[in-house]
């Protein structure tokens, strides 16, 4: 929650250069976000939760890098963010929540500036070789009906179709976890 190898894999793997501009859908408490802040990156955390946005808040207050980090009410289908703005968007264990994938692909292929990159992770806690399964894995397992089953190569090529190029969409190991991975660069729009 505050901070995860899952989660700075995911920006390792964006790379935001200093002065870039990186959007963090469903940020929760931030993680990435506060280290992507830590690298001189401006770093935009949208998330649709009042609460989680509270914590990151303050979380944002103490720490040293405030002034790169922005909090935002928004979701995956609706991104409170002007067309081609950020160079790097990237979620985190979002994906299924979803409501809707495909409004989700339009809204990040609006937000990403040609050349942008784009990396979208769920972690597969019902997998049992996740070092969290124990705690995790039953909670999703017992819970499966709330969660919407994306299929990386399907949104994959949805993000293809919205004008990605190099797109990627997978299941591999990342952070030292099972994730669904998904990931490309906006072309020229
Ligand atoms: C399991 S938390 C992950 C938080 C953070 N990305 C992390 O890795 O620690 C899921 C987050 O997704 C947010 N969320 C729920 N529905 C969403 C949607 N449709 N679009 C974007 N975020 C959403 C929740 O508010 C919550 O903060």
Redesign the pocket.
């Known amino acids: 929650?505050w901070d995860?190898d899952?989660?700075r894999a995911v920006l390792d793997a964006a790379d935001p250069a200093p002065g870039e501009t990186l959007v963090?859908?469903?940020?929760?408490?931030?993680?990435?976000v506060v280290r992507a802040a830590k690298r001189g990156v401006h770093a935009i955390a949208?998330?649709?939760?009042p609460s989680?946005r509270r914590v990151l808040n303050l979380r944002r207050l103490v720490g040293r890098a405030r002034d790169e980090i922005e909090v935002l009410d928004?979701?995956?289908?609706s991104l409170p963010l002007a067309d081609s703005s950020v160079d790097a968007v990237i979620?985190?264990?979002?994906m299924h929540?979803?409501?809707d994938p495909s409004a989700?692909v339009a809204e990040i292929a609006r937000v990403t500036r040609p050349g942008g990159r784009v990396v979208l992770v769920d972690e597969l806690f019902d997998d049992p070789t996740h070092p969290r399964f124990d705690a995790e894995g039953g909670y999703q397992h017992h819970h499966h009906h709330e969660f919407i089953d994306i299929d990386p190569p399907d949104l994959a090529a949805r993000l293809a179709a919205a004008g990605f190029t190099d797109t990627v969409g997978d299941h591999r190991r990342l952070g030292g976890a099972p994730v669904k991975y998904v990931s490309g660069r906006r072309g020229d729009v």
Do not use: L
């Open positions: 929650m995860s899952v989660n963090d859908i469903g940020a929760g408490f931030g993680p990435a949208v998330d649709p939760t989680m928004g979701a995956a289908e979620t985190v264990n979002t929540h979803w409501s989700a």
